[in-house]
């Protein structure tokens, strides 16, 4: 019976291994939004740096639910940094001037390139700003 579950319980710790160190040598890239640290960020259980998540973000056919639906604490928790169209990179600030966005309530993903675009205090757009 003792050598029935030492059994089994070296089964499922290499099953779990091969599973995890498999999809870890798949996806390396921290940019990859298939990356086992992206994925577990996403779902709260692992911190990833700023940079890491939003470059990831740009390859996430789902990154709109990172943040549409959030509040403005909910997305600071998130990410941590949140910039106003006057705290961002003056590209970015210019890119807001222009756009149809401009008398909207948004805020920057840090000194990324997304921008999160409020009604009230909750997310409704996330909107990736480059070549304006």
């Known amino acids: 019976m003792m050598r029935r579950r030492m059994l089994i319980s070296v089964i499922i710790f290499v099953v779990f291994t091969l599973f995890f160190g498999g999809w870890a040598m798949t996806y390396p890239s921290y940019s990859d939004p298939k990356n086992m ?12 740096s700023l940079d890491q998540a939003t470059t990831a973000m740009v390859g996430d056919r789902h990154r709109d639910e990172v943040v549409v639906g959030k509040t403005k604490a909910q997305l600071r928790d998130k990410f ?3 910039l106003s169209p006057a705290d961002a990179s003056p590209y970015l600030r210019e890119c807001f001037k222009n756009s149809s966005w401009k008398d909207r309530d948004v805020l920057f993903i ?3 390139s997304w921008m999160v675009v409020f009604d009230g205090d909750k997310a409704t ?3 990736l700003v480059k070549g304006c």
Do not use: E
């Not at 640290?37 to 990833?48: E, I, M, P, R, T």
């Open 125 to 127: 757009n996330l909107v």
């Open 110 to 112: 840090g000194q990324s």
């Open 37 to 48: 640290k992206y994925v577990l960020w996403k779902a709260g259980l692992y911190n990833v």
């Open 80 to 82: 941590g940094s949140l």
